[in-house]
């Protein structure tokens, strides 16, 4: 935990012998080395304690191994913050044999990663709270623009990499990362940072950030029996930007530390007059997610694999945070004027998408995707109309059938003309790909004016997939083929045959089409089935609800009425003619 085990630059990273002399000499060349001891710990650079002759003191010698410029930032930072933060001033800046380096101050005190990991007695709450306050007076410091700093801390101009989506993109296309996750879970940080990209911090904010900021680089030294905070090391990749970023840092191990580490470091920090957003929770999730990939990108699993392996748990971890309902604080579905407003998920984005296509593109009697609000739920156009639990009519079931195919045909032109460039979808696709497949086309999410369906809700579920699969799902619910004995059902099963074979003839179904799209709606109805269990089994409050109001046993005897008819109803979906049964009447 806190990086504790990973591997450490001290022990991958050996200077060749008489170089730390060289360095002390070039910056002190009156002074001798009396002793130099080399600090274990870092992950990026080599801090190694030197004692000169005639000094009371002691001084770090810190080798910079990844940024040359580093040591300039570090300095400039120092000097900035020492009046109101603990942090070490830098006395010299050099190289010598490839190798850039600085004398800095020595600062007294342990890790607090070291304090909290180890058996001292410590007050947690009294120190994470000055953590916490420590943490806004660094964010006290606003610079004129946010980015990254050059060495003399000038902010550097925006490039397109500084866009948290191409970051993340540009890491997960990177062949260590993608050797180091699996293809599942790339796709579903893929998924997941597309859907809380507007949650990403933005240029707005331009503040210190110290981009490291957790207990591995805070000291803390005893005084007067209390634990305090006695430095804030390591600077060198800071910037200007979100103080999220910080939070985000500190919070990263915080579901494997008790509450009251969480709980004071947010109270030091607001009580000392840091507002955090509504959703900062998500985006502290998010903001760790970038950093781990980035530091996964750049770890060698064969000489780091237990950071490799830790950055793969904390990514794991982040995920199910974020894609778990049982633990987001999304609220539920609300309409505000002629909007909707409704929980978002990680393919919703992909449905906005969607759904812009087929209005663009002239089919109205889908909802509108109008972006998100600020509690990260979508937000889509109402649609005007009735819903139902079941129709009866002939005109309802006629024009429901004939707005399913125009519904297809206008999909179809978003396969064609767009491609499956962007494959988000909550389902996966089906071959073969001739639409895209609402995949909940029932009554309850089509909306009546009359007798006449008129428009299409809740595309959650919607994926690439064969026209049959709506179909089939269709005639179950329109039919319905569902057993007369359930709650749900109505009709012989002559007059359910009847009403089947309407709906495939206003859809313009031909008849090859219809051969074995009885097994389809078995096959349509235990995939659904399956997925209620599945759901339910993993702690999913609505289908959790679902099996509590018996779903699944309505489902069941379903599939056993289909299947005991099954060659009754395949073949009457396939004569021409026939009597068709108004139900409403």
């Not at 319905?480 to 099963?493: E, I, M, Q, R, W």
């Amino acid at each position: 935990m806190f990086k504790a085990d990973w591997e450490k630059t001290s022990v991958t990273c050996q200077l060749p012998e008489g170089l730390v002399d060289k360095m002390v000499r070039l910056a002190y060349p009156d002074k001798k080395l009396i002793s130099h001891e080399l600090i274990a710990g870092g992950c990026a650079n080599l801090n190694i304690k030197v004692l000169l002759e005639d000094e009371k003191y002691s001084l770090i010698l810190r080798v910079y191994l990844r940024d040359k410029e580093a040591a300039y930032r570090e300095q400039k930072l120092a000097a900035l913050l020492k009046k109101t933060i603990p942090v070490p001033l830098t006395y010299y800046i050099g190289e010598l044999e490839d190798y850039h380096f600085a004398i800095t101050e020595f600062m007294p005190g342990m890790p607090l990663r070291d304090l909290l990991l180890g058996d001292a007695p410590h007050d947690l709450n009294t120190i994470m709270h000055e953590v916490g306050t420590i943490l806004s007076k660094i964010a006290a410091h606003e610079f004129s623009n946010a980015g990254l700093f050059d060495q003399e801390l000038t902010i550097l101009p925006h490039s397109p990499s500084d866009d948290c989506l191409i970051f993340a993109k540009d890491c997960l296309k990177h062949e260590t990362v993608l050797s180091g996750l699996a293809p599942e879970i790339i796709s579903k940080i893929n998924q997941t940072i597309a859907q809380y990209d507007h949650l990403f911090p933005d240029e707005s904010e331009k503040h210190l950030v110290h981009a490291d900021f957790d207990p591995a680089n805070i000291l803390v030294d005893k005084v007067d029996s209390v634990w305090k905070v006695s430095c804030v090391l390591d600077w060198e990749f800071a910037f200007s930007g979100s103080v999220l970023c910080d939070v985000a840092n500190m919070l990263r191990y915080a579901h494997k530390m008790p509450h009251e580490f969480q709980d004071a470091f947010l109270n030091g920090l607001t009580s000392a007059g840091v507002t955090l957003p509504k959703d900062w929770h998500i985006t502290i999730q998010l903001l760790n997610l970038l950093a781990l990939l980035d530091c996964l990108k750049r770890s060698d699993p064969k000489n780091r694999p237990n950071q490799c392996a830790d950055i793969r748990e904390l990514i794991d971890h982040i995920l199910s945070e974020l894609n778990n309902p049982q633990t987001s604080n999304q609220t539920e579905i609300e309409r505000i004027g002629n909007e909707i407003h409704r929980p978002a998920s990680p393919w919703t984005k992909q449905v906005h998408m969607f759904l812009n296509f087929l209005r663009n593109n002239g089919f109205m009697q889908a909802p509108q995707a109008l972006g998100f609000d600020e509690k990260g739920r979508e937000i889509l156009s109402f649609v005007k109309g009735q819903t139902r639990e079941n129709i009866k009519s002939l005109e309802s079931l006629i024009s429901s059938a004939k707005l399913l195919r125009s519904y297809h045909d206008s999909s179809q032109k978003f396969l064609n003309e767009l491609g499956l460039l962007s494959q988000s979808w909550m389902f996966p696709c089906r071959d073969p790909q001739e639409v895209i497949c609402h995949n909940d086309f029932a009554p309850y999410n089509i909306c009546f004016d009359g007798e006449q369906a008129i428009g299409i809700i809740d595309f959650d579920t919607a994926h690439p997939g064969p026209r049959v699969w709506d179909i089939a799902y269709a005639l179950y619910r329109f039919a319905p083929f569902t057993n007369p004995n359930n709650a749900d059902g109505f009709g012989s099963l002559e007059e359910q045959i009847s009403r089947a074979k309407v709906f495939c003839d206003a859809y313009g179904l031909d008849m090859q089409s219809r051969i074995g799209l009885v097994d389809l709606i078995i096959e349509r109805l235990q995939t659904l089935l399956d997925f209620l269990l599945q759901s339910a089994s993993q702690g999913y409050k609505k289908y959790e609800l679902n099996l509590k109001d018996g779903h699944h046993l309505t489902y069941r005897s379903d599939l056993e009425y289909i299947k005991l008819h099954k060659s009754t109803i395949q073949n009457g979906l396939k004569l021409m003619g026939g009597k068709f049964y108004d139900l409403s009447l």
